[in-house]
């Protein structure tokens, strides 16, 4: 039941988000900057919290799953820290994805060639 | 000329053909049900091995970053794309594939103007943005709870 | 003798008495493929990065058309080449070891239209006796300058062209012995701005610019279509063919048989998924060279007006909103002998 909800959920975000692409010709760097704001106000709201908790890897694998786990890190930390929280849950929950990306990304610099297309 | 530039782009519009919606549509909803699917596939498999949920899907992030990574070294990710748009776009794959697909393209520019720099070109407006959004929610939550509406 | 407003017709038409091109493997694998002088099978040039291997890609062209006119460097006076990367990268290496007195041309994928209008006229004012024009382009340094890095996962709109990685260069002179064919005349294009903002979009941002070459060329030399044996842009494809058609029939003008485009025959877009079609400098530059100019050689086709169109797209003016003005520069060339 898991991978069937991952699956059609996971599929739904995308299919939409194709048919904002295909009409409205937004290039794909602002439909991921979209996608992470969308993404943390539904989390402010209370809305993708529990969706994700229902949808598993449908709702945490798109990058609106991003956007909300910078708002829970933000709402976590406020709660220790106060108003310096605020600066700190951001980059502290989106921290093994970022640094995931860039440290990986950075020695498939170093092991990649650029190729052409085809 | 004697056509207006308002007539012209809406006789453009007439003229160009658009991509089939349909078998689009149905594509990117595929191979983004998959992407998920290997994720939650991953995340159980942490979670069977006795991990917390928040630290599986973490691994679960990272295995999918670091597959999109290898897969766009190989230019196999790009195909998926082509095939998939939103579909691959829209997971935390397409992310991964914005970062290194820069970084690998701008090596011969150099470690700091090249890789350092042109890594951020598509993943830097995902991240400030992110986090620029994310600190504005906190502030007004925190400003709700200060007048103790929150 | 100057005509019109934008034309001029020599009385001594300068002679093209050498061409060369060398293209990439797709272009190799395309319609035009066995045309080519050359097709390289390395994108990369044997270089060891995409704007070098364009560098080399100019050099191995232009010296490739000096080889087959059987001269040497020194005998061309002047080099009226370009590309289209920032500052003219691939040409300003690519020519270094040429030691030919040059003039970098930017006239985006219009730039063979702008060094053949220059070095026509330079030959013909009897101010070179033997000139070369040369515009190459490089898909992935295109790609890289202009949309995303390569590996970049993104799908292209139908609308959308492909560059072409390929050179073409050609030796202007007055040996009409030696000749492949003739410039009779020559219309330069000015700026058209329709107001396209869509960078993938580029036949639609061009089309109004060749038309406007075109009706201008039969305006300054009081002809019609039926001049011409073939009317061929550079790189409008499909959509721009489609809008250039229109606006000619609604000035009473059928091109529907005449016209065909260098991108639109580089490539087949059935099975090469090039889309609208081929586009840059090279296309229509190896196309000229490798399909155009031997028809016009051995008289299939006696005169054609050869119109390289360019969209001048700059990532600055886009980002801060501009629209993508136009540009395209006639060439008539004919067949020795007419």
């Known amino acids: 039941m898991d991978y069937v909800k991952a699956f059609v959920v996971g599929g739904l975000i995308c299919a939409l988000i194709q048919i904002l692409m295909d009409n409205t010709k937004l290039m794909p760097g602002r439909i991921m900057v979209l996608l992470v704001v969308t993404g943390s106000i539904l989390g402010a709201i209370g809305i993708y919290q529990p969706f994700s908790d229902w949808a598993g890897a449908g709702a945490t694998v798109p990058l609106l799953g991003f956007g909300n786990s910078l708002w829970k890190g933000v709402w976590k930390s406020m709660g220790e820290d106060g108003f310096l929280g605020i600066f700190k849950g951001g980059f502290t929950a989106s921290a093994v994805g970022i640094s995931g990306a860039l440290i990986f990304g950075y020695l498939g610099s170093v092991i990649f060639k650029p190729k052409m297309k085809s | ?150 | 003798m100057q005509l019109g407003k934008a034309s001029i017709k020599f009385e001594e038409p300068p002679i093209i008495e050498s061409m060369a091109s060398i293209v990439g493997k797709k272009e190799g694998e395309g319609p035009l493929g066995k045309l080519f002088d050359m097709v390289e099978q390395d994108d990369m040039f044997g270089a060891d990065t995409w704007e070098k291997a364009e560098s080399a890609l100019q050099k191995q062209t232009a010296d490739l058309a000096i080889e087959k006119r059987d001269i040497r460097r020194k005998d061309i006076r002047y080099l009226f080449a370009g590309d289209l990367l920032g500052q003219l990268i691939a040409t300003s290496f690519g020519t270094v070891d040429l030691e030919i007195p040059l003039f970098g041309l930017f006239g985006a994928c219009s730039t063979m239209g702008e060094a053949l209008n220059l070095g026509a006229m330079a030959v013909a004012g009897g101010f070179a006796d033997k000139v070369m024009a040369m515009a190459s382009s490089h898909f992935a340094t295109a790609e890289k300058q202009f949309r995303f890095p390569l590996s970049y996962g993104n799908q292209r709109p139908f609308s959308s062209s492909w560059t072409v990685t390929g050179c073409g260069s050609v030796i202007l002179g007055k040996n009409k012995n030696e000749g492949i064919a003739a410039i009779s005349g020559i219309t330069t294009g000015r700026m058209v701005d329709m107001g396209i903002k869509d960078s993938m979009n580029m036949g639609a941002a061009m089309a109004p610019s060749a038309f406007h070459t075109i009706q201008q060329n039969f305006e300054d030399f009081n002809v019609d279509e039926s001049y011409y044996d073939k009317i061929i842009t550079g790189d409008l494809g499909s959509v721009g063919r489609t809008i250039l058609l229109d606006f000619m029939k609604n000035k009473g003008h059928n091109l529907e048989s005449v016209h065909t485009d260098c991108g639109i025959e580089i490539f087949d877009s059935e099975t090469q998924d090039t889309h609208n079609g081929g586009s840059g400098c090279g296309c229509a530059a190896s196309t000229l060279c490798s399909y155009i100019l031997p028809k016009v050689h051995s008289g299939e086709w006696k005169r054609v007006l050869f119109v390289p169109t360019g969209a001048l797209l700059s990532t600055v003016s886009f980002n801060e909103g501009e629209s993508i003005p136009g540009i395209a520069h006639g060439v008539v060339i004919e067949h020795i002998g007419n």
Not at chain 2, 15 to 23: E, L
Not at chain 2, 133 to 144: D, P, Q, R
């Open chain 2, 1 to 150: 000329m004697e056509i207006n530039k308002k007539a012209y782009e809406a006789y453009v519009k007439e003229v160009t053909p658009v991509n089939k919606k349909w078998p689009n549509i149905v594509k990117a909803f595929l191979v983004g049900g998959i992407i998920c699917t290997i994720g939650q596939f991953s995340t159980n498999m942490f979670m069977n091995g006795g991990l917390e949920k928040e630290a599986a899907s973490a691994w679960t992030t990272l295995i999918l970053i670091a597959s999109s990574v290898i897969l766009t070294g190989l230019n196999i990710y790009p195909k998926i794309v082509k095939f998939g748009g939103a579909g691959a776009l829209v997971p935390i794959t397409g992310f991964a594939n914005s970062v290194v697909a820069p970084a690998v393209e701008f090596k011969s520019e150099g470690q700091i103007f090249g890789i350092g720099c042109k890594i951020f070109t598509i993943a830097g407006p995902v991240i400030l943005y992110g986090i620029l959004s994310s600190w504005i929610l906190g502030v007004i939550a925190y400003v709700l709870k200060a007048f103790g509406i929150l």
